[in-house]
């Protein structure tokens, strides 16, 4: 079931649609989840910890949009769209389940690392 949001997206050109790929999905979750075992490595700069979870971020989010069955035109519409992924709106048997709920756990750790170096400086 798609939402009107995600529908809006795809008429202007900003999603289109693509059967999901549990291949595709699986790959996304095990990079977003591998980049946030990585930024945990005090020993990175604090600057390669973050890009660390930002792509973390992407990758599970892509993977929830790529779950219903969406694929972006661009990298921004992945994480404008994550509220209308969210595990809430999970179709009955949706692939890997819980990515969404992990995309919006490495988007908190990502505020949070920035919000460190910002008052570091």
């Not at 059967?19 to 005090?42: F, K, Q, V």
């Amino acid at each position: 079931m798609a939402s009107a949001e995600l529908e809006r997206l795809v008429k202007t050109g900003q999603l289109k649609r693509e059967p999901p790929e549990a291949s595709e999905i699986d790959g996304l979750r095990s990079s977003g989840e591998a980049r946030l075992t990585d930024a945990e490595n005090a020993a990175l700069a604090l600057e390669s910890r973050f890009d660390l979870v930002y792509n973390a971020a992407h990758a599970l989010a892509l993977a929830g949009l790529r779950r219903l069955g969406y694929r972006p035109a661009n990298r921004y519409i992945v994480f404008q769209s994550l509220p209308h992924t969210s595990a809430s709106r999970r179709p009955p048997g949706a692939l890997s389940q819980g990515v969404t709920t992990s995309a919006t756990k490495a988007s908190m750790e990502a505020r949070s690392t920035l919000t460190s170096a910002s008052s570091s400086t």
